[in-house]
Structure formats: C-alpha cells, structure tokens
Antibody, heavy 119, light 107 residues
C-alpha cells in the first residue's frame, strides 16, 4: 500500500526549533516529488514547497522561502519540514503529499501533523 | 502573489447538481486539480488535469474548463459530499497555489 505517515503532534514554545517528518512507503520514494501544505486553524490550504528526494532539488513558495527548510533522507524514505525559531503564527496542521509524476496531482497525502506554538 | 478565486460557499439539496468555480489568469495554460477535505481529515484528490477522475472517485464528480475558469461539478449530490473543496493550479513561474476553498453544504 502506498502511504505517507507523518510524525505526531508537537507542542512548542516560541523561539524553539522543530523538525517534523513524513515517511513514504509502498512506492519508489526517490522518483516522486513530496510537497508540504500548511492549514492554519479554520483556514484553507497553503502550498509551502516541494522536494525531489532523488537529488534533493527543492522549490519553495515565495511566502515560505526563508521561513522553513524542506529536506529529505532517501536512505530512510523520509521527508522533513523544519523551523529554526518557531512563532505563534506557525500554529497549524501540516500535511505532506506526494506529487504524481505524470499527472502533477498531489495524489497521496499524509495524515497531518498538528504543530502548536504557545508560551 | 497569484490567486485562485473560489466562492466561499455553495449550498444544494440532495440529488441536485453542485457547481464550484475557480478563477485564475493562468488557468488556460496550467492544469487544475480539485481536492475534497472533510472535517478532521486530510484532503483527497477528486479531479486532476482539469477533468480526469482518479480511480475510486464516484462518476458524479467531474471537471471542466472554460477560459480563466475551471468548474467542479457534482451531479446528484449526496449527503456524504458535504465538505470543503479546493482547486489547485500553478502561477506563471510554476509555483503551486491553492484556491481559498469552498464549503459545500448539502441542505
């Protein structure tokens, strides 16, 4: 079964760092882009960026460039999203999703990781 | 920044046809995708490349395009179709973007 399994919910304080993960299985991890999507409470979906695990080519939405870092470790078929210094406004659900090679669709989604940043 | 515009809400009675639109300048050149999101769940792809339906998605879901507007049509709406629907495409540089989302209410 093709699936993406994300790490569990996190509660952090402003200024702390964080790295969340998304493990792919059931398919060739290195040949599909993995994207990250933010959903703030009660709000819509926002595309953050994508990474190609095969060569770590990474593209960011201008809105998130410099705010987060997307990486991948193909040896453990896992993509990561990390923050160096969290803000309260980073409180959101974060989804990873696989982008299908030919259709370009985000066809497989992780279950989401809830990040809460509060003092 | 580039935007895709959707109506905030659409309401229909069971068995009727729901149409959800999405407008954007690059839609004549870039494919559109539609995702369904139910409360507390991850999004699910329901239409890709403007009008293609993934396996497992009911035939009542269809997509169409006309100029700068794409439309998700749900024929014979069922109660289980009540959800938020998001269109997604790309701007002229290839940066992906989502529309603001449309809440479909089944009356």
């Amino acid at each position: 079964e093709v699936q993406l399994v994300q790490s569990g919910a996190e509660v952090k304080k402003p200024g702390e760092s964080l790295k969340i993960s998304c493990k792919g299985s059931g398919y060739s991890f290195t040949t599909y882009w993995i994207g990250w999507v933010r959903q703030m409470p009660g709000r819509g979906l926002e595309w953050m960026g994508v990474i190609y695990p095969g060569d770590s080519d990474t593209r960011y939405s201008p809105s998130f460039q410099g705010q987060v870092t997307i990486s991948a470790d193909k040896s453990i078929t896992t993509a990561h999203l990390q923050w160096g210094s969290l803000k309260a406004s980073d409180t959101a659900m974060y989804y990873c999703a696989r982008r299908h090679t030919t259709s370009g669709a985000f066809d497989i989604w992780g279950q989401g990781t809830m990040v809460t940043v509060s003092s | 920044s580039y935007e895709l515009t959707q109506p905030p809400s659409v309401s229909v009675s069971p068995g009727q046809t729901a149409r959800i639109t999405c407008s954007g300048d690059t839609l004549p050149k870039q494919y559109a995708y539609w995702y369904q999101q139910k409360p507390g769940q991850a999004p699910v792809l329901v239409i890709y490349q403007d009008n293609e339906r993934p396996s497992g998605i009911p035939e009542r879901f269809s997509g169409s395009t006309s100029g700068t507007t794409v439309t998700l049509t749900i024929s014979g709406v069922q109660a289980e179709d009540e959800a938020d629907y998001y269109c997604q495409s790309a701007d002229s540089s290839g940066t992906r973007v989502f529309g603001g989302g449309t809440r479909l209410t089944v009356l």
